[in-house]
């Protein structure tokens, strides 16, 4: 994600739609589907799903503000094609800070909205949370799903997940380049090397840039506050984050009935007529002006009794399970603003100056060996698979895959009813032939 696309967050509706981290390392079960679990792995949560017998596991890392329950129906779909693949999606270790004991009760707007939820304490070592810790966390969870080299390993994301994805396969870790512990590589509507410059936006990562911003963190607060401050909803980084995962709790649990919340939210954003949870719901992620696409789904309309008819290509209610959460979430509570940075300079996909500033270890791009995956939405007029076969281009892949849908938003290819959804059509002949 790139500045414009966090200034875009900010002055959209659908910009707060966040849900927390994990509140304990509890695992949880589905009672019909697949298997599916969720538990600590080292500093980091997985929400697994599919069996664990697969001989294949692909692990999905999110974009900015992302979490693991953002790929839930999505790895469901997935594994009821391809019964030999299992999903694990992660939560990254800033997960933890959440405070989710709210939504296990029968009121979660009196105990965030009044203020009693548990909030994050600024810590330095927060500030310290970029793409090295990430990555350290995250080849954990590849060694594990790869059992010793019984199984193998596809390494993906949506927006800065893929990129961050291939900043895992370029990486240097202690003088073996991540591309050898993967199979293939999966990239939903992200990479690098421009692959957002179809938001018009400037990424500020030269040396000197990188350098202020640097300095800027160190003196200053290591959680990103734009989203909650930009809409108004206060100061603190989780505002934002909680309001919208309220929404989605009463939308998932009682569609239908007078939204809890609409009289609550902040003027500006609230509907101009009765809504029920749903059309609520529905409102912030579609129907509101000023909706980014970005971060919107293409899912129906709000109808004259102010409750959502479904009648695009994604359901709301698949919205709602997932951002409801409560355990995983859809989004993070808290984002560093270090991951912010090294994100941004990892862009041009190469050891740069900028990237030994920071100590980006991108030592191995033009050696990256593994087969790949990409997909595209609207958002960026065509950058991302341009930018995907620049990569295909400037490395050793030796096959790439690319596939699109431009009638979809951002989070549509996540959340699409499986029979409208060209990522799930495209993604499962890929899987079969690793």
Known sequence: MNPTRRK??????AAGLLAAGPASASAAASTSGPRESYAALGDVHVLKIGRPSAKRVVVLVSGMYGAANGFRVLARDLVARTPDTQVWAVDRREQNLADLGGFQGGDPARYYLDGRYRKSPTSSRARSWGLKVALDDLRGVV????????????????????????????????GRPGYQDLSGLLLIDGGVHGAFAGEGGTIHNAPEEVRARLAAIEKGEPFDSYLSQGKGFGARPEQAAIWYQLVAWYAHRDPHAPSVLADRLPEKLRPSRPVTNAGLLGWLVQAAPGTAPQLAVVSGRLGDDGDWVDDGMTPLSRVAEAMAGPAPGTFEWYWP?????????????????????????????????????????????????????????HSRIPRATYAGDHAMKHLDPLFAAPGRNELTRTLVPFLRGL
């Open 8 to 13: 875009l967050l900010a002055a959209a509706l």
């Open 143 to 174: 060694q594990a799903a790869a059992d010793h080299g019984r199984r193998k390993v596809v390494l993906g994301g949506h927006s800065w997940g893929a990129t961050t994805a291939l900043a895992y396969a370029a990486w240097d870790f202690a």
């Open 337 to 393: 603003q270090r991951l912010s940075l090294d994100l941004d300079a990892v862009d041009p996909y190469a050891d740069t100056e900028s990237a030994e500033l920071l100590g980006l270890r991108l030592w191995h791009a033009r050696r990256v060996n593994v087969p790949l995956y990409a997909f595209e939405s609207g958002l960026d007029k065509g950058t991302e698979l341009t930018a995907a076969r620049w990569v295909v281009k």
